[in-house]
């Protein structure tokens, strides 16, 4: 199949290869990410003037390293951060290790364009981790692959540097517990989160808007790496949105599965229900629908990063999580409950 190359925006610069994909067909991972950056990014670059290539110079204890170049990620919030602003509190990225997957394919086909896109914003690329910390202050933990998140996060725990660590924390529960693990041994703050935590219809239902959640429906994009729990790969996005809305306390999870699309019904101890409907064929998005005892609502779409990234520069700043262990580890037991169901053909499987 033939590819056209599309520039993304003059406000990132970027050229991507995209296939030229039926309207029926899903919008793919890039393509997603792509779009969703470029609303992220918009409003606060359009109305600042950024010098690219520029050698930013950060205030001692804000500069910030990047591990992982290989995810849209590092592009977006480097963009973010360095427009400044006062939501940037003076933070700047200013020096990245690229190296993350060794064998995702769609990770070390972006690796090149965001290793030329994050260099182009004056950050420095250095040749190990080790280097890095000399460097940085605090770190953003991008890796595409969650895989090597563990090794790549114990020197960082090691020299005592705030983290944050981007979806997904780990492979699996197991991945996680030793990640959250090795950072209480070495007494450093460290979250993770999906940007969708924060988007301004999930904290306003969070917040109280239609009163207590009864219950809610998320979707998701959730394609499969077969190296990760299946809702952990993509459809997080969509769990930690559920979980955010929810509250802790879910007892059991069902999953039905089929090739194209997927449904985890999860049950909370005092009866509520919830569900992610996973997506791998035709039209996706992430959003979903709160029940509550005042109103019912939207959750989502998706629109932008921004309020991920403020509550990161928050967190580098106080050095409190905004997001618990405890939080992470529920939703990890979820997803593996749910791989647990659908090697079932469905069964209900208890949370331990």
């Known amino acids: 199949m033939k590819t056209k190359k599309v520039r993304c925006s003059i406000l990132t610069g970027c050229i991507l290869k995209i296939d030229p994909y039926p309207k029926t067909d899903m919008m793919n991972r890039r393509k997603f990410i792509c779009n969703t950056a470029l609303s992220a990014t918009g409003m606060i670059i359009a109305s600042k003037t950024m010098a690219l290539g520029s050698d930013f110079n950060a205030p001692s204890g804000k500069r910030i390293g990047i591990i992982g170049l290989d995810t849209s990620h590092s592009e977006v919030f480097t963009r973010m951060i360095n427009a400044g602003g006062a939501d940037m509190n003076g933070y700047k990225v200013v020096a990245a290790y690229p190296h993350g997957s060794k064998d995702i394919a769609s990770a070390l086909k972006m690796k090149p364009d965001v290793i030329n896109a994050v260099k ?10 080790e280097e890095l910390l000399t460097k ?11 895989r090597p998140h563990l090794e790549q996060a114990l020197p960082v725990f090691k020299a005592g ?28 703050p460290v979250f ?11 904290q306003k239902v969070a917040g109280g808007s239609i009163g207590s959640v009864t219950g809610a429906d998320v979707y998701t994009p959730a394609e499969i790496d077969k190296n990760h729990s299946d809702l952990a790969w993509y459809a997080i996005h969509g769990v930690e949105m559920l979980f955010t809305v929810m509250g802790a306390g879910c007892k059991s999870v069902s999953r039905t599965y089929q090739q194209g699309t997927d449904l985890t019904v999860g049950v909370w101890q005092d009866g509520r229900i919830g569900t992610v409907r996973g ?13 509550g005892e005042k109103g019912i609502a939207a959750l989502g779409p998706f629109s932008t990063y921004e309020p991920l990234v403020k509550e990161i520069i ?16 529920e939703i990890f037991s979820f997803i593996q409950a749910a791989d647990q169901s659908r090697k079932s053909n469905g069964k209900v499987i208890l949370l331990s």
Request: hydrophobic content about 45%; charged content about 20%; cysteine-free.
């Open 192 to 202: 993770t989160s999906s940007a969708l935590r924060f988007d301004a219809s999930v």
């Open 314 to 329: 928050a967190f580098f700043d106080t050095g409190k999580p905004p997001v618990e262990a405890s939080q992470t580890l």
């Open 279 to 291: 997506i791998r064929k035709g039209s996706a998005n992430i959003a979903g629908t709160a029940f």
């Open 120 to 129: 182009s914003l004056g950050v420095e690329i250095v040749d190990s981790i």
């Open 161 to 188: 540097k705030r983290t944050f660590i981007d979806k997904p924390i780990a492979p699996s529960l197991e991945g996680a517990k030793s990640i959250f693990k090795a950072a209480a041994q070495y007494n450093t």
């Open 136 to 146: 940085a202050d605090v770190i953003l933990l991008e890796s595409n692959d969650g």
